[in-house]
């Protein structure tokens, strides 16, 4: 079952903090209801806006104590890289201030650019620094939120992953030991990696299969068709592949698509994990789950809706 967030009906934001109902979407956490096939599936709720930030976030985490974690992204050029945001709305560096530059020479402290970020049913946060730019090697940090320490580092290298990776979004699947990475490549070799919890050895799986590519859609914000300005003058208009993620809570099912493309994509993971089934086996078992439009974001609930922004 696909669902789609969609703006309440007669939503009214404070014009002194906000200032627009565009404002308030962009704010952390604003007023949408869910939809079921067009059907709204929750009505006359009491919402208000949890936070707002100066720009759209990256991703967000919410943790079972219910602190909320947010990648800033990094088009933005700001100086820092995740943040908690606290109910009155002040933003603290996550998981602190040492982790919000980038490393220097010979420490690993530090991140260059985050956009995916999880939170685990152990309160640990997992975030994905996809280092674009930074000439560096892509990693996946892991912070134990319990005893706010480091867990673990994870390195993800080359060869493995396309010569310019761009690793976007993660989901977590501690039963079978292993995080799945939407990389939507900046080479046009779109695919999902496989990093193994135990070893740490990263798989690259359905490199260009239809479910990654872009489709010839364009993304429309507002009415308005994004476009890119290029360094000779013209104009691009981007067609983006894999990009959301999501993994449902029995982690026996991962969600995913292309930014640019109508189709929402599963695929199992005991299938993903087979090492034994070829390229073209591990293909012919992706389904198409439903419709959706141009998007950069899932999640699931318990239910296993999926939820697209």
Do not use: C
Not at 180 to 186: D, E, H, L, T
Not at 223 to 239: F, I, K, W
């Amino acid at each position: 079952m696909v669902a789609y967030l969609t703006p309440v009906a007669g939503y009214r934001t404070r014009t002194d903090k906000i200032g627009s109902v565009k404002a308030a979407m962009r704010a952390v956490m604003a007023a949408f209801v869910f939809t079921v096939a067009g059907l709204p599936i929750a009505q006359a709720v009491e919402l208000e806006v949890f936070a707002q930030l100066a720009e759209p976030p990256g991703n967000i985490a919410v943790l079972s104590d219910g602190r909320v974690i947010v990648s800033v992204h990094q088009i933005y050029g700001r100086d820092l890289r995740v943040v908690e945001v606290g109910t009155d709305g002040v933003l603290t560096p996550f998981p602190n201030a040492a982790w919000n530059v980038p490393p220097a020479d010979g420490t690993m402290i530090g991140l260059h650019s985050v956009l995916g970020v999880r939170a685990d049913r152990n309160g640990l946060v997992w975030l994905l620094d996809n280092a674009v730019g930074a000439g560096a090697v892509p990693k996946i940090v892991a912070w134990d939120t319990a005893s706010d320490s480091l867990a673990r580092v994870i390195h993800v290298p080359g060869p493995v992953i396309s010569e310019k990776p761009y690793l976007n979004d993660l989901a977590v699947d501690l039963d079978h030991g292993a995080i799945f990475i939407a990389n939507p490549s900046r080479d046009q070799r779109p695919s999902i990696q496989i990093v193994d919890l135990a070893t740490g050895l990263t798989r690259t799986v359905l490199e260009n299969h239809a479910s990654v590519m872009p489709e010839d859609v364009p993304i429309v914000i507002d009415g308005q068709r994004l476009r890119v300005p290029m360094p000779d003058g013209s104009m691009l208009d981007p067609r983006l592949g894999v990009n959301p993620i999501t993994i449902d809570s029995a982690n026996e099912w991962l969600y995913y698509g292309p930014m640019s493309g109508t189709s929402l994509y599963r695929v199992r993971t005991a299938d993903l994990l087979d090492v034994s089934l070829s390229e073209d086996a591990l293909g012919d078992r992706v389904e198409r789950f439903g419709d959706k439009p141009p998007s950069g974001g899932i999640t699931i609930d318990d239910g296993g809706n999926v939820y697209i922004t």
